[in-house]
């Protein structure tokens, strides 16, 4: 596996699912580049700022830390009240519809802020906590920001020098810290309007058609979330409102920050007042989006485990199936980061194997039992993917899963469709998949009668003829003309024709694969005559 020449994960999904994500266009007019705004804010005490800067540092810690900070508590920097600013008491249910600064017992407890643009930034921190101490208010944290460089350790050293000596937490947040959270969550427009910087600088995001219907109905939602529901009293059929706002956060790709907020409190909700179903799908999304879209495998990995532990002795295979579509991406890294050998050894992978094929032994249960040995198939093609002969016994055990399912009510065929189709680029040579997808292909065209079946399986021959397969290529391009013919799709059965004259004129075929051409070219003929 050539590691190096992987897509990223956003990317691999976008190539693959590209309505996920936004197709609005972003113009940036003019530059506020991160040299620019460094030089601005050190220099700020010599441009009589210190009050601008004030503003601008609680709007941002708003945005980052904690949304429920006071006005200044003084005339000027640290006033009579010894902070510049300070978190005022919000409830538990208030809390919940919080989406930035989300942060565990800022709504509770006393935390303090002061600001200050001094360039000897280590002794005013020594001097802020320790008048802010001495307020005897209960602090439990006290944030000093400053617009000064500082050095990691000497950082690091003077927190804990003075957390030790107080017996306070107290964090420092420097020049470095103000830019990565500035640029990182796109948030450059409260340091101009804030800092009164002169700057053509301005984002400009024009919405596709499809932004500007997810958009409203974004709006919609937390025009809902804010006017109707009361935090305290939220029924189960509002709980999904939370997390389909935060689904449309994320495909309008807004700020990773703002987006995970949303994804925080539908988890949140959903603990409280929605049932297990309700948080599963919470983690599931958080979690996905925590890979695919923020690229944060250490957050994908905390709402994994969140899932795992709260299924960890249920018997719903189909709770599992959609862990194991998680439980693949948490292989993988581990296959990339360790060897093949430590993913089976992994306690997670273990217990999900044992757990499904305990669900499928219970046959009273066909569907579930069905889906649970298509899970266990899903886990082993991650296992032995190397293994040519058990794959094509992983593909043939796949098929025979799906045949006893064929009659089932319950038996997920659309979702197993698409699963196979997902890995033609993978698996097209074995002949196990070749048969469950011949299988698979049928059974759509059988069942829905249009013409999706038939336009999956010519995009499966124009790969195989890009492959240089050609008679599976013209084996299964000639099983699209009838179902295509048959619902008049014109440009489908133009392009077939197209890819079956390229493949007669380019390629030198044994006779029999010309006499098959040849009668398939016949039956396009006699289409577009009637046409």
Same mark, same amino acid.
């Given at each position: 596996?050539?590691?190096?020449?992987?897509?990223?994960?956003?990317?691999?999904?976008?190539?693959?699912?590209?309505? #996920?994500?936004?197709?609005?266009?972003?113009?940036?007019?003019?530059?506020?580049?991160?040299?620019?705004?460094?030089?601005?804010?050190?220099?700020?005490?010599?441009?009589?700022?210190?009050?601008?800067?004030?503003? &601008?540092?609680?709007?941002?810690?708003?945005?980052?830390?904690?949304?429920?900070?006071?006005?200044? !508590?003084?005339?000027?920097?640290?006033?009579?009240?010894?902070?510049?600013?300070? !978190?005022?008491?919000?409830?538990? #249910?208030?809390?919940?519809?919080?989406?930035?600064?989300?942060?565990?017992?800022?709504?509770?407890?006393?935390?303090?802020?002061?600001?200050?643009?001094?360039?000897?930034?280590?002794?005013?921190?020594?001097?802020?906590?320790?008048?802010?101490?001495?307020?005897?208010?209960?602090?439990?944290?006290?944030?000093?920001?400053?617009?000064?460089?500082?050095?990691?350790?000497?950082?690091?050293?003077?927190?804990?020098?003075?957390?030790?000596?107080?017996? @306070?937490?107290?964090?420092?947040?420097?020049?470095?810290?103000?830019?990565?959270?500035?640029?990182?969550?796109?948030?450059?427009?409260?340091?101009?309007?804030?800092?009164?910087?002169?700057?053509?600088?301005?984002?400009?995001?024009?919405?596709?058609?499809?932004?500007?219907?997810?958009? #409203?109905?974004?709006?919609? /939602?937390?025009?809902?979330?804010?006017?109707?529901?009361?935090?305290?009293?939220?029924?189960?059929?509002?709980?999904?409102?939370?997390?389909?706002?935060?689904?449309? $956060?994320?495909?309008?790709?807004?700020?990773?920050?703002?987006?995970?907020?949303?994804?925080?409190?539908?988890?949140?909700?959903?603990?409280? &007042?929605?049932?297990?179903?309700?948080?599963?799908?919470?983690?599931?999304?958080?979690?996905?989006?925590?890979?695919?879209?923020?690229?944060?495998?250490? /957050? &994908?990995?905390?709402?994994?485990?969140?899932?795992?532990?709260? @299924? !960890?002795?249920?018997?719903? $295979?189909?709770?599992?199936?959609?862990?194991? !579509?998680?439980?693949?991406?948490?292989?993988?890294?581990?296959?990339?980061?360790?060897?093949?050998?430590?993913? #089976?050894?992994?306690?997670?992978?273990?217990?999900? @194997?044992?757990?499904?094929?305990?669900? $499928?032994?219970?046959?009273?249960?066909?569907?579930? $039992?069905?889906?649970?040995?298509?899970?266990?198939?899903?886990?082993?093609?991650?296992?032995?993917?190397?293994?040519?002969?058990?794959?094509?016994?992983?593909?043939?055990?796949?098929?025979?899963?799906?045949?006893?399912?064929?009659?089932?009510?319950?038996?997920?065929?659309?979702?197993?469709?698409?699963?196979?189709?997902?890995?033609?680029?993978?698996?097209?040579?074995?002949?196990?998949?070749?048969?469950?997808?011949?299988?698979?292909?049928?059974?759509?065209?059988?069942?829905?009668?249009?013409?999706?079946?038939?336009?999956?399986?010519?995009?499966?021959?124009?790969?195989?003829?890009?492959?240089?397969?050609?008679?599976?290529? @013209?084996?299964?391009?000639?099983?699209?003309?009838?179902? /295509?013919?048959?619902?008049?799709?014109?440009?489908?059965?133009?392009?077939?024709?197209?890819?079956?004259?390229?493949?007669?004129?380019?390629?030198?075929?044994?006779?029999?694969?010309?006499?098959?051409?040849?009668?398939?070219?016949?039956?396009?003929?006699?289409?577009?005559?009637?046409?």
């Amino acid at each position: 596996m050539d590691i190096q020449h992987l897509p990223s994960p956003k990317q691999f999904l976008k190539n693959r699912r590209p309505e #996920q994500f936004s197709t609005s266009e972003e113009k940036t007019i003019g530059q506020l580049d991160r040299v620019h705004l460094e030089n601005y804010l050190v220099s700020l005490n010599t441009k009589s700022k210190e009050l601008q800067f004030e503003t &601008f540092a609680k709007e941002l810690c708003q945005k980052i830390i904690c949304p429920n900070l006071l006005e200044q !508590t003084g005339p000027v920097a640290g006033g009579d009240g010894k902070t510049d600013t300070q !978190t005022f008491p919000v409830s538990e #249910q208030n809390k919940l519809l919080w989406y930035v600064g989300v942060n565990d017992n800022a709504n509770n407890e006393r935390w303090a802020f002061a600001v200050s643009t001094q360039k000897s930034w280590k002794s005013k921190c020594k001097t802020d906590v320790k008048k802010i101490v001495e307020t005897e208010r209960g602090y439990t944290k006290v944030f000093c920001i400053t617009n000064q460089l500082i050095k990691a350790n000497q950082r690091s050293a003077l927190e804990d020098e003075l957390s030790k000596q107080y017996n @306070i937490q107290v964090c420092i947040l420097d020049l470095s810290w103000i830019l990565d959270e500035i640029y990182k969550n796109k948030l450059e427009n409260i340091a101009i309007e804030t800092l009164q910087i002169s700057t053509s600088f301005k984002r400009e995001v024009k919405l596709s058609a499809d932004d500007y219907s997810k958009k #409203q109905r974004f709006d919609e /939602l937390e025009c809902q979330i804010n006017s109707e529901i009361k935090p305290d009293n939220i029924s189960h059929n509002q709980v999904g409102i939370f997390l389909e706002a935060a689904d449309l $956060s994320k495909q309008l790709e807004q700020p990773v920050f703002q987006t995970q907020g949303y994804y925080d409190r539908a988890v949140n909700i959903a603990k409280r &007042f929605g049932t297990t179903n309700q948080l599963f799908n919470a983690y599931y999304s958080y979690a996905r989006a925590s890979y695919y879209w923020f690229e944060d495998f250490d /957050l &994908f990995k905390n709402n994994f485990i969140s899932i795992y532990e709260l @299924i !960890t002795e249920s018997s719903n $295979s189909i709770l599992w199936d959609d862990f194991v !579509t998680l439980l693949t991406i948490y292989m993988t890294e581990k296959y990339i980061k360790t060897n093949k050998e430590g993913i #089976q050894d992994d306690s997670i992978v273990a217990h999900t @194997i044992n757990q499904l094929k305990d669900i $499928s032994k219970d046959k009273s249960r066909p569907s579930n $039992s069905l889906q649970a040995e298509l899970s266990l198939a899903k886990i082993e093609l991650m296992l032995f993917f190397q293994n040519h002969e058990k794959i094509d016994e992983i593909f043939c055990r796949i098929l025979n899963v799906c045949e006893n399912g064929e009659c089932l009510v319950g038996f997920p065929f659309e979702s197993v469709y698409g699963y196979i189709n997902e890995l033609d680029d993978l698996f097209s040579e074995y002949t196990g998949y070749q048969a469950l997808q011949d299988y698979l292909t049928e059974q759509s065209i059988k069942r829905h009668g249009d013409t999706k079946a038939s336009r999956l399986t010519l995009e499966r021959g124009l790969r195989q003829a890009e492959k240089k397969n050609y008679y599976k290529a @013209i084996q299964l391009i000639g099983k699209t003309l009838a179902p /295509l013919n048959k619902e008049e799709s014109i440009e489908d059965v133009t392009f077939a024709n197209m890819a079956l004259a390229t493949i007669y004129t380019q390629v030198d075929l044994h006779w029999a694969a010309r006499g098959s051409l040849l009668i398939v070219s016949s039956l396009l003929t006699n289409y577009f005559h009637k046409h």
